[in-house]
């Protein structure tokens, strides 16, 4: 049963999904800036992948849990308009520090980057982990939700050590500890929260049926406890527990996609809708993310197959889900946040605070995108147009976030003065 009483100021969650869409546009900024280079380490690359990973999608994250936890799990978060400031700003700006320490090889703004980050992590891992202990709920999410902030937890502490390594050249294993910061970050931190948000949001927004008990039950804990085993396996370099628990990862992700397409072909509303398709589209993406890793498995193609599984699973699931739950989530807080002030006449339809046909744009525009950025893999001159369709995404997005906050305040201040 979800707390709405509960729920933060609209200001809350609407101050980190209005910043994320810029470092979108940076992203294709930064990459329209290099030279074409496809390794993934490349100085432009790292830029553009933390400013999609950190700067959008735990931009985005941040802000939802803000609304998740009182909501769904009925434990607001502690003083939550100062979290706010003290993780957005810090977030922000060590994102850019950290971009700008990459491109330019710069200590000075990586080691920024580490200090602001680790305060902005500290202060919202802190927050999130005292709300959770507050909860008297014992749901699925709850669980699913714990997990993500602790794999969130391992992977700002392995990232704040990649960082100050680079800064001061200190002899680390790098490999092993991107492969351990990359496996935390996405597989812990983005699949946990998106499985958690998921077992509320799918039948509640989708109108399907809930997720079997099973799967709501056992997910969270047996992708946990996989991704700790991989990092064993990693540190101690035994083959076989990393191929076992890379085989059990995929196994469960692509249980989780199949299971949800499933659930969202027997909705009981059979009218075409713009989130939805995102959603499937994430799904969809899971998919093709487990194919290529398991491609992977066989040379000579390795490394190469390896880094398009993270792309897709980055680009094609995350951002996909993501622009999907925003599309549906931004509409019905404006909604909801204007009825519970008391509001029973003026308030405008859900389907008319973010035009519907924006929605439909941006997914053909999104969809347009993945595959652009895929052919580049192969054929370079095609990054290009996969640039461009990333920078429109971050301008549409904004556009239309902006165009919900603008709905909400001429709204309410119609309403105070009629």
């Not at 990359?182 to 049926?209: D, E, H, K, N």
């Not at 099973?214 to 047996?222: C, E, H, R, V, Y």
């Not at 290009?384 to 709905?407: D, F, N, P, S």
């Amino acid at each position: 049963m979800l707390s709405t009483e509960q729920a933060p100021p609209i200001s809350v969650p609407l101050r980190f999904f209005a910043t994320a869409p810029l470092f979108l546009v940076l992203a294709a900024a930064i990459l329209a800036s290099g030279n074409g280079s496809t390794g993934i380490h490349t100085p432009v690359l790292l830029a553009a992948t933390h400013c999609l990973t950190l700067g959008f999608i735990s931009m985005v994250m941040a802000g939802a849990m803000q609304q998740i936890l009182p909501v769904v799990i009925g434990s607001p978060m502690p003083a939550s308009k100062s979290v706010t400031w003290l993780t957005l700003l810090p977030m922000s700006t060590g994102t850019l520090s950290l971009v700008g320490g990459f491109l330019y090889s710069n200590p000075a703004l990586l080691y920024t980057a580490c200090w602001l980050l680790g305060c902005g992590f500290f202060i919202f891992i802190s927050a999130c982990l005292i709300s959770i202990y507050r909860a008297a709920a014992r749901n699925p999410t709850k669980l699913a939700l714990l997990l993500a902030i602790l794999s969130l937890t391992i992977t700002a502490t392995l990232g704040i050590t990649l960082a100050s390594g680079y800064a001061s050249g200190t002899a680390l294993d790098y490999p092993k500890l991107a492969a351990s910061h990359i496996s935390m970050g996405l597989g812990g931190w983005v699949m946990l929260l998106v499985a958690g948000v998921s077992y509320q949001v799918v039948p509640m927004f989708q109108l399907t049926p809930n997720y079997p008990q099973w799967l709501a039950s056992g997910f969270a804990p047996a992708l946990f406890t996989v991704l700790l085993l991989s990092l064993v396996a990693r540190r101690y370099d035994i083959a076989s527990l990393s191929a076992i628990s890379t085989g059990l990862f995929w196994v469960l992700t692509v249980s989780f996609a199949v299971i949800t397409l499933r659930l969202q072909n027997q909705r009981r509303r059979r009218v075409a809708d713009a989130t939805l398709s995102f959603f499937r589209l994430g799904m969809t993406s899971l998919l093709c993310a487990a194919l290529f890793s398991t491609l992977a498995l066989f040379p000579p193609l390795q490394e190469d197959l390896t880094t398009l599984s993270v792309i897709i699973f980055i680009t094609g699931f995350a951002l996909s889900v993501i622009f999907g739950m925003l599309y549906k989530i931004v509409p019905f807080l404006v909604w909801f946040h204007l009825f519970r002030g008391g509001v029973k006449k003026g308030v405008p339809n859900m389907k008319s605070i973010i035009p519907e046909v924006w929605m439909w744009r941006h997914l053909q525009l999104h969809r347009f995108t993945l595959l652009a950025l895929l052919t580049a893999s192969v054929w370079n001159p095609v990054r290009w147009l996969a640039i461009t369709g990333l920078a429109l995404q971050g301008v549409l997005l904004c556009y239309a976030l902006y165009t919900a906050i603008t709905v909400y305040q001429h709204t309410l201040k119609k309403l105070v003065y009629t």
